[in-house]
């Protein structure tokens, strides 16, 4: 009914820089909120960055200055321009979605969802 999927993760030297891209789809009326998560190998999942339906953005301190994060709307989608990567930022990165409403059927239901990560590696 609703689903996430993510792309443009891959390896990258440090320095580098890469674009995650993340894909709602489904009769989608609204989202609320689009964010990135990730999590390294023995840690917590952890924010990297939200953005809201009106486009307001907020970081984690560890990627201010470095990543930004954008929507398209009309498009249900979300990206990640990930700028001067550090091998601190390799982790899989999973695409999350606050507040979704939806048709199924003649009716509507919220609900948030995820999608199934996609893995950035950076070398040093």
């Known amino acids: 009914q609703v689903q996430l999927v993510e792309s443009g993760g891959g390896l990258v030297q440090a320095g580098g820089s890469l674009r995650l891209s993340c894909a709602a789809s489904?009769?989608?009326?609204?989202?609320?909120?689009m964010a990135w998560y990730r999590q390294a190998p023995g840690k917590q999942r952890e924010v990297v960055a939200g953005?809201?339906?009106?486009?307001?953005?907020n970081y984690a301190d560890s990627v201010k200055g470095r990543f930004t994060i954008s929507r398209d709307n009309a498009n249900n989608m979300v990206y990640l321009q990930m700028n001067s990567l550090k091998p601190e930022d390799t982790a899989v990165y999973y695409c999350?979605?606050?507040?979704?409403?939806?048709?199924?059927?003649?009716?509507?239901?919220?609900?948030?969802?995820w999608g199934q990560g996609t893995q950035v590696t950076v070398s040093s």
């Open positions: 999350n979605a606050a507040g979704v409403t939806y048709w199924v059927g003649p009716s509507v239901r919220t609900s948030d969802s």
């Open positions: 953005i809201t339906r009106g486009s307001s953005a």
């Open positions: 489904g009769r989608i009326i609204n989202i609320n909120t």
